[in-house]
């Protein structure tokens, strides 16, 4: 498939600049594999429970390293991305690159994802996780539970409404139509996104409401007897926001502004209590069920068109 963007040397170039991750010895680190599959497990009862959204179908468990992180999230961009109609005049080396960088500093940052879109798989990225664990002197079980609700809410989100990833590949698919095959680099993409306001718009109060719902359901796991030291240190550190959406984030300048995600929050907030979660739900029905920026701001609006 002519791509374009050279995934190999975004591969490569990853795990080149890509540290390992704090030192392990054999035997912890399998604990450790050990019990973020059994958060897994248990953080998918979690999330269906309190979401009332049940898993439709399998999906598999990827508990990796850096290097098996960068790997899976550059197949996942790669069937995401747009095939070009022709071989391009070069090889897009650049704009692989460029992604090789921001995926070796988004492997130190993102502690897991899931991914729809190259096989329904959940990434739980096993270093990182470890590192921030050490960082914030977490409970290293209530963390893994608290991590996991999460990124299993994002699956149940995408098992819900199966529409949302087209948006995505619509919405790249906006951004490379005209560039007529030539090769492009992060920059360039960065400059054309910003030019689609109403496709863009579209995706980022899409992302908000997906991390502010998957946010509010992991905070809502009452039984992690650690939750508000969990809460309060890593309010401080920033939210653990997926790499899609970070990455859609840098596109756009963005990388700063977790204020996106906070009104995500703050909207599902609102509407689970008006509707309880189960009302909630009404969102992923139909792409025309989720919020625009207007009704984001004041949820307010939202509940009077969806009344």
Same mark, same amino acid.
């Given at each position: 498939m002519n791509q374009w963007i050279d995934w190999d040397v975004?591969?490569?170039?990853?795990? @080149?600049?890509?540290?390992?991750?704090?030192?392990?010895?054999?035997?912890?680190?399998a604990r450790i594999v050990a019990q973020l599959?059994?958060?897994?497990?248990?953080?998918?009862?979690?999330?269906?429970?309190?979401?009332?959204?049940?898993a439709t179908g399998p999906a598999e468990v990827l508990v990796v390293d850096r290097a098996g992180w960068a790997k899976a999230v550059s197949q996942n961009f790669a069937a995401m991305m747009p095939?070009?109609?022709?071989?391009?005049?070069?090889?897009?080396?650049?704009a692989g690159a460029e992604l090789?960088?921001?995926l070796s500093l988004l492997s130190t940052r993102v502690l897991g994802q899931?991914?729809?879109?190259?096989?329904?798989?959940?990434?739980? !990225?096993?270093?990182?996780?470890?590192?921030?664990?050490g960082e914030m002197n977490l409970n290293a079980k209530d963390f893994y539970l608290w991590i996991a609700t999460h990124e299993q809410?994002?699956?149940?989100?995408?098992?819900? @409404?199966?529409?949302?990833?087209?948006v995505m590949r619509e919405t790249l698919a906006s951004v490379f139509a005209e560039s007529n095959g030539k090769t492009r680099s992060m920059s360039d993409i960065a400059e054309r996104m910003k030019t689609l306001r109403h496709e863009v718009s579209e995706l980022t109060s899409i992302m908000s409401v997906l991390e502010g719902h998957a946010m509010a359901v992991m905070n809502d796991v009452h039984?992690?007897?650690?939750?508000?030291?969990?809460?309060?240190?890593?309010?401080?550190?920033?939210? !653990?926001?997926?790499?899609?959406a970070t990455w859609i984030g840098?596109?756009?300048?963005?990388?700063?502004?977790?204020?996106?995600?906070?009104?995500?929050?703050?909207?599902?907030?609102?509407?689970?209590?008006?509707?309880?979660?189960?009302?909630? !739900?009404?969102?992923?029905k139909a792409r025309e069920n989720f919020p625009n920026a207007a009704e984001l701001d004041d949820p307010a609006q939202w509940l009077h068109r969806m009344a």
């Open positions: 975004a591969l490569s170039t990853a795990k @080149a600049l890509t540290p390992a991750g704090p030192p392990v010895d054999p035997k912890k680190a599959r059994e958060a897994a497990e248990i953080g998918l009862e979690k999330a269906e429970r309190i979401s009332r959204i049940p095939a070009l109609p022709q071989s391009p005049p070069t090889v897009p080396v650049i090789g960088a921001v899931f991914d729809p879109y190259s096989g329904s798989r959940l990434l739980l !990225n096993a270093p990182t996780i470890t590192q921030i664990r809410t994002h699956r149940l989100q995408f098992e819900a @409404a199966e529409w949302i990833p087209g039984d992690i007897a650690t939750i508000k030291t969990i809460r309060q240190r890593f309010a401080a550190r920033g939210q !653990n926001r997926g790499v899609i840098k596109l756009l300048g963005m990388d700063a502004k977790a204020r996106q995600y906070e009104r995500g929050e703050k909207f599902v907030r609102q509407i689970v209590e008006d509707r309880g979660y189960a009302g909630f !739900n009404e969102i992923f």
